[in-house]
Every structure is written in C-alpha cells, then in structure tokens.
C-alpha cells in the first residue's frame, strides 16, 4: 500500500479549515456533502473567518445555507474528549457519504486532516505506522499533534487488526494482607489471546506464584512472558520463583522420560513447553530475559502490548499500552487520582510529571487505567478521570514538584530486600547464584 492510496482525495475528501467570508460556496463547490468536525456553532463568518463560538447569526445552519450543501453530520473534535466512539462516529459519517465527494472543516484544518486520514487508513486497513507516513509526506500538522496522532493511530489499528486478533483474556489479582499475601495492596494482570492460549503476566508477587501460576494452568494457557512494569521496593517480584517452577516442572518430565526409557516402558514423548522470559526496562538495571525500550512490542499470539517508558517514580518505570489502546497498565506511574512518589530509587517529580503529560495523558480519553497498587478499595480508572480529578498531575509542574517534596513518606519496610531481590529477577542473592 502506498501513502498515494491513502491520500484522502483518492476518496473523494476535500479538507478545510478557516471560511473567509463570500467563500462557503467556493470552498464547498463539487462537494455533495459537509462534515463539520469543529465545536458547535463555529460554522460561522463572525469576524471574517470561522470561529470558536456561536452568535445569533452563524452556526451550522448558516453554513449549509452559504455552501448550499447539506451537512452529512457535525462531530465536535476536542483535544479533552478523544474517544474511540467519536472516532467510529466519524468513520461511519464519511462511509454514509460515500462515494460522494464530501468537504470535512474545523477551524484550522488540523482536525479535519485528522478525520480524512483515520477514515482512509481504517476503509484500507493501514497500519498506523503507514497511515502517519503518509500524512507526514503529505505535510499535515496533526501527526506532530499528540492527542490527535495517538486518536487517530489507535482506530486505525482496532480497525486494521479486527477480525484478526484472538479475543482478551484478562483477569485482575490483587495482593492483600489476608491469605498468605504480602499486604502489598499490588495489582497483578494475566492477559491472554483465546485463540492461541499464549498469555503474558504483569507484576507477579512472589507470595501469590502458586496462585498465579495455577490460574494459568487452570485456564488452558501458556505464560510466555512476565513484565514488570518497574523494580518494586515494596514487594519481591514472583518472576524468578515463577520460572523456578517451570524449571523444576520441566526437570521432573524429563527425569520420568528417562525412567521409564530405562524400564523398557518407552518414554513417551512430550511437547516441551518453553519457560516464560522475564522482562523489565532496561534503564532499571535489573537482570532479566528481556531488556525493554520505548516503543518494543510484547507479543502474546496474535495481540501485543507496547511499552511506554515512563521515567519518575524510578528511573526504569515503564507502562504497557495494549494493542487496541482500550487499556494502559501503568505500573506506579499513574494511580487512580495519584503517582507514584519520587523520592528514590533515581526518582524524579519533573521526569515523572513530563512522563504522564507527555505519554500518558495524550491516550485516547476513553482509555482505561489499570495502576500497581491501590490503597482504597479501587480497581481502574480512565485517562480522561485522570486528567480531569488527579489530586498530584492536574497540577502545574512547579505546583507538582513541590507536592512531592513535602510528602515526607517513610521509607518502605521491605526496600531492603525488595529491590535487591528485584534487581535480580526476583531471587535473593543465593539463589541468583544457583540460577
């Protein structure tokens, strides 16, 4: 596919922003149709271009009146309010309108370019990788454009991998004070493709490995890789106890292969399963399978998880964006109305604002938040509750950063074997060097 067929006139789009006056009817000369993708009522000539609010004489009326078209449908594309709903909404306008060549108009043109290429990339089932190429080529703002890149990349990938996904398996564990558990209050997330059975692991804890690893077992699934979204300081990673046991499952099948080779019985012969990769981002230092950068894909069948670097609360913070960008797990980077605290472990309040405003909080709205830990009772949140409610990150940096310094935690009481044990994979010093 070449970024020709993804330009928007192909498909008989036509873009706009700013209407001066006496040209409504130029700039829609040819169009059968208007889609309006700017706020309510800024159809308008008020002031000799299109504008923001609505008076008693503009609004979207006036412009159909003017251009002498009829409107297909008027979505109001806002940077606080980029949900995948919208973005199907769109889609759906210009598909209604098809092939009818349609003009789309907002204010500056952006939002509009924004509109004409996820509707191109998703009828083409472009990668979002293509889908940016080709708008970059073409000279269009909006890729540089945060909120509006990541709107337009995540349809366009749900779109593009439909229909060729296996459906999420997903299961929230939690880490309580009760039953055996380190009262960590630490979240813990199986995530899984029906389809295939592969499934990955996020922030095991080394007091729930049996039950982690027996909901696995239980469900028909194969553990393929354990990711630790940072070197936790207030439990021990169960990533190393975890491919203990696969090791020791794996040494057992094989000892009673050669038993029964020995008597005669003739082994039979077993798949052998491979043990799951630890992983962890590489800036934490910590030993593990798998070093993991900024943009790196976790495969498990046919979904996959991204990894953002996430920088603040430890140097080495990464969260993890699920294909579709319905669901970011975002480690101690991003907690239901809080963070992370930023005294330790090469932490920082500025890094870890920047992280969240710039990697976090340009996600889809609609995007929903699943944190480390909570201490209330909470479960999930969303990127849009977050940017509006967050006690710490709706503040400004300055604001920010002296939060931070006065909080005046107490040092967690398992720092000391914690993090030693998790710059290991999860094993004290001892059994590291047994590994």
Not at 128 to 143: K, L, Q, Y
Not at 197 to 218: C, F, K, N, T
Not at 251 to 265: F, N
Not at 311 to 338: E, I
Request: with cysteine.
């Amino acid at each position: 596919m070449s970024a020709a067929d993804l330009d928007p006139a192909r498909h008989g789009l036509r873009i706009s922003g700013a209407i001066l006056p006496g040209s409504a009817a130029e700039k829609a000369a040819g169009a059968t149709a208007v889609l309006s993708l700017a706020k309510e009522g800024c159809i308008t000539e008020k002031e000799g271009c299109i504008t923001d609010t609505c008076d008693e004489h503009g609004g979207l009326a006036a412009f159909r009146e003017l251009a002498g078209r009829p409107l297909v449908l008027h979505h109001a594309v806002t940077m606080d309010a980029l949900t995948h709903g919208l973005a199907q909404s769109i889609y759906d306008a210009l598909a209604a309108a098809a092939p009818a060549p349609t003009l789309i108009i907002c204010r500056s043109g952006k939002r509009a370019c924004a509109g004409a290429a996820l509707f191109t990339g998703a009828k083409l089932g472009a990668s979002a990788d293509a889908v940016v190429a080709a708008a970059t080529a073409r000279g269009e703002e909006w890729v540089s454009v945060a909120p509006l890149r990541n709107w337009v990349c995540a349809f366009v990938t749900r779109a593009a991998i439909a229909g060729r996904r296996g459906e999420l398996v997903f299961r929230q564990l939690f880490d309580g004070s009760g039953g055996g558990g380190s009262g960590s209050s630490s979240f813990t997330y199986v995530l899984a493709d029906a389809s295939t059975g592969d499934a990955v692991l996020i922030d095991p804890v080394l007091e729930h490995v049996a039950r982690d690893v027996g909901l696995v077992a239980e469900m028909g699934l194969r553990l393929r890789v354990m990711l630790n979204t940072h070197a936790h300081a207030d439990h021990v990673t169960g990533t190393g106890a975890i491919k203990a046991r696969f090791a020791a499952a794996a040494a057992a099948a094989a000892a009673a292969v050669t038993v029964a080779e020995k008597e005669g019985e003739g082994g039979q012969e077993q798949e052998e399963e491979e043990p799951p990769l630890s992983a962890i981002g590489a800036a934490s230092g910590a030993a593990a399978d798998v070093q993991l950068h900024h943009g790196d894909k976790v495969r498990f069948g046919s979904r996959w998880l991204e990894v953002l670097e996430t920088p603040g609360h430890t140097a080495g913070c990464c969260c993890f964006l699920l294909d579709d960008h319905t669901r970011v797990f975002t480690g101690d980077t991003l907690l239901v109305r809080g963070c992370g605290r930023t005294d330790f472990q090469g932490g920082d309040a500025a890094t870890l604002h920047g992280s969240v405003s710039q990697q976090l909080f340009t996600l889809n709205t609609d995007c929903t938040v699943y944190p480390a830990h909570d201490y209330k009772g909470r479960t999930s949140s969303s990127i849009g509750e977050e940017r509006r409610h967050n006690l710490r990150l709706t503040k400004t940096l300055p604001e920010f950063v002296e939060i931070m310094a006065g909080l005046n935690l107490s040092t967690p009481k398992l720092i000391d074997i914690a993090v030693p044990a998790n710059m290991r994979c999860g094993l004290h010093e001892d059994d590291a060097a047994e590994e």
